[in-house]
């Protein structure tokens, strides 16, 4: 769950990100030659000093990406207000973004690096941009600011990935470590022996008398929510993160662990959750440091029974 925490140089050079980075000749980092110290950023794109554990997430936000359009391509970018589909408009910025990319990689583009002695270090003040950019090319006796020559508009080609390739979403059985492509095999698998004799093991006792016979007990919200999405050619966002705990010995609704938001709520606020900016946001930043969605399927991981452990 908590890993070494994943630096802007380890992200950049990641072959599996999702994303391309924009703008990394726009950020100075600046550290001390003293082990320990803080370190910071300066976007002169944004005009902001960023602190070092939060670049990432300030390079992929949508106002970096805004400035760094409306710098290099200003008449490509449409506001966002204008587009009424957030689905089509992070595509388009997305298809933007990799246009960038590619027509800027002769450049060979890089963030620049400074290293300051600890007490010039400590002289920078750090809570101003200006009077941090202002001291470091004192220091250094450079400009760390470039110049910019605006591009041609860009222009938007829309993919359509499911159209091409058919998205499944599995299901799995945390407690017997099984995979089904459909809720009628998952189903099936509840009144099986195997996965009877594993709720023993983990329960420690008789489940024997429990309901399993009786399908549809219980209505898995989540597996609806991504059918509805695959068929409207929008794929659900976050989902192999969702563990769905549920129980076949009462009608109670499944409860939902969210790992990507370390919450945990009831079947009512599903979709609520899964669509909201939090969710989102929190699926993007764990996504940096863990790969935890396989390349050909959405994986929807599903904790069977109460009490057992997902």
Not at 19 to 44: D, F, R, W
Not at 195 to 211: A, P, S, T
């Amino acid at each position: 769950m908590h890993q070494r925490r994943v630096t802007l140089q380890d992200y950049n050079s990641n072959n599996y990100r999702k994303y391309p980075l924009l703008g990394l000749q726009h950020i100075v980092e600046c550290a001390s030659v003293k082990p320990g110290e803080k370190k910071y950023n300066l976007c002169t794109l944004c005009c902001l000093v960023i602190p070092n554990h939060m670049i990432i997430k300030h390079i992929l936000s949508f106002d970096h990406i805004s400035c760094y359009f409306k710098t290099w391509y200003p008449t490509t970018l449409i506001s966002k207000k204008a587009c009424k589909d957030y689905d089509t408009f992070a595509n388009l910025i997305l298809d933007f973004a990799n246009q960038a990319v590619k027509l800027q990689a002769a450049e060979n583009f890089s963030m620049k690096q400074v290293s300051l002695q600890p007490d010039e270090f400590k002289l920078v003040n750090f809570k101003s941009y200006l009077q941090a950019l202002n001291s470091m090319e004192s220091i250094t006796k450079s400009s760390l600011t470039i110049s910019v020559k605006p591009g041609k508009k860009l222009e938007y080609h829309p993919v359509s990935t499911l159209s091409t390739e058919k998205v499944k979403c599995l299901l799995r059985c945390q407690n017997c470590s099984n995979d089904f492509n459909t809720i009628g095999q998952y189903l099936n698998h509840l009144v099986k022996v195997r996965h009877i004799k594993m709720m023993q093991k983990f329960n420690g006792e008789d489940v024997r008398g429990h309901c399993y016979g009786q399908r549809g007990r219980f209505h898995m919200e989540l597996y609806t929510y991504i059918g509805d999405n695959l068929r409207s050619n929008q794929p659900p966002i976050g989902t192999a993160l969702i563990v769905t705990c549920i129980t076949s010995c009462s009608h109670a609704d499944p409860l939902y662990l969210c790992f990507a938001c370390n919450e945990a709520f009831p079947q009512s606020i599903l979709r609520d959750h899964l669509d909201s900016r939090k969710h989102l946001i929190s699926t993007q930043e764990r996504s940096l440091y863990e790969d935890l969605y396989c390349k050909d399927n959405l994986s929807l991981k599903c904790s069977i029974e109460g009490g057992a452990p997902a």
